[in-house]
């Protein structure tokens, strides 16, 4: 079992910039491919970026290149998502995910879910 913790969501104005923090406990981390993922109101959970077990591959949807960073530190148990130049298109609710072997960028892949930040970009 693992318990995700997501943090760092809020308020922000268009051209701005949050990071999110996931924490995860119970499983050991270092074997968890982690991402994140995003759901907009009246909209499917979407993908947004991933990172391998060392931290040496990422993945990003395209919407997000160049503006996003997926980290991840596994001496705190923790992954990051630096949003950068944010949109207001970028609005929703933030999701973390892990799996020790994860179906890519499908949600329906990952086991372990956190409950979610909401991120709100203002234009």
């Known amino acids: 079992q693992v318990l995700l913790v997501e943090s760092g969501g809020g308020l922000v104005q268009a051209g701005g910039s949050l990071r999110l923090s996931c924490a995860a406990s119970?499983?050991?981390?270092?074997?968890?491919?982690m991402a994140w993922f995003r759901q907009a109101p009246g909209k499917e959970r979407e993908f947004v970026a991933a990172?391998?077990?060392?931290?040496?591959?990422?993945y990003y949807a395209d919407s997000v290149k160049g503006r996003f960073t997926i980290s991840r530190d596994n001496a705190k148990n923790t992954v990051y998502l630096q949003m950068n130049s944010l949109k207001s298109e970028d609005t929703a609710v933030y999701y973390c995910?892990?799996?020790?072997?994860?179906?890519?960028?499908?949600?329906?892949?990952?086991?372990?879910w956190g409950q979610g930040t909401q991120v709100t970009v203002s234009s």
């Open positions: 990172l391998s077990q060392s931290g040496g591959m990422t």
């Open positions: 995910a892990a799996d020790p072997s994860p179906r890519a960028a499908d949600p329906g892949g990952y086991g372990y």
């Open positions: 119970g499983r050991t981390f270092r074997n968890l491919v």
